[in-house]
């Protein structure tokens, strides 16, 4: 990750490390070449904003040089930005400011996209393939909509982490303005799914959102 905002940087990193990630903080892209070299990163955060060469221009060494995946931190939220960057390269994008879990949320995301990681994800008795769209309760096969497998696979991929029902709009439908009574009215119908097999896995965080734990 490259970022040089010391704070920010110390806390995506930290947060990254804690799902299990090895991760390299840089505060610029000067060291960049070396650490596509050493390290043979699968995906490379970058700021845009930078000092000396700007993450856009970054993005295009990474293309370049290596096959890491590129998400990309900006307050440059403008179409004509982003298909800069996707021409660039880049994977997908985080604007500023940002919830940390989002952002760790779409790295594992592009990371499983691109076949980096194991695609079934467990919590407690339950087993969810996200690619697959296929998911077992205490080995009982959920039947589930679209909706609901997408749903819970993002659910699933950020157990133990809080995620807003702006979060989830973003995530499962690709629009945050949506009307967030439709992840209540989606999220009641798969916990009845679910718990038609076992305790109850995804819980109201009050006033924050919605937390996956067994």
């Not at 205490?138 to 809080?162: C, I, K, N, P, Y």
């Not at 992840?183 to 119908?189: C, D, I, P, T, Y």
Request: aromatic fraction near 4%; charge should be negative; glycine fraction near 8%.
């Amino acid at each position: 990750m490259i970022d040089d905002d010391p704070a920010l940087l110390t806390g995506v990193v930290t947060a990254l490390r804690a799902e299990g990630f090895a991760v390299e903080g840089l505060p610029d892209g000067s060291r960049l070449a070396d650490a596509l070299r050493v390290h043979v990163p699968d995906l490379v955060v970058l700021d845009w904003m930078l000092p000396g060469a700007s993450g856009i221009r970054l993005a295009a060494t990474v293309r370049t040089t290596s096959d890491a995946a590129v998400v990309m931190l900006t307050a440059r939220d403008g179409l004509d930005d982003r298909l800069r960057g996707f021409a660039e390269g880049v994977d997908d994008y985080v604007v500023k400011p940002f919830a940390v879990a989002e952002l760790v949320a779409r790295v594992t995301a592009v990371l499983r996209r691109r076949g980096r990681l194991a695609t079934v994800v467990e919590v407690g008795d339950l087993v969810v393939d996200p690619e697959a769209a296929v998911a077992t309760r205490a080995g009982v096969t959920l039947d589930l909509t679209a909706t609901e497998h997408r749903l819970l696979a993002f659910l699933a991929e950020s157990r133990g982490r809080v995620v807003s029902k702006t979060q989830i709009l973003t995530q499962v439908w690709g629009y945050g303005d949506l009307d967030p009574n439709v992840v209540e009215v989606h999220l009641s119908a798969l916990r009845r799914k679910m718990e038609a097999h076992g305790p109850r896995l995804v819980h109201t965080v009050r006033g924050l959102g919605y937390r996956m734990s067994a």
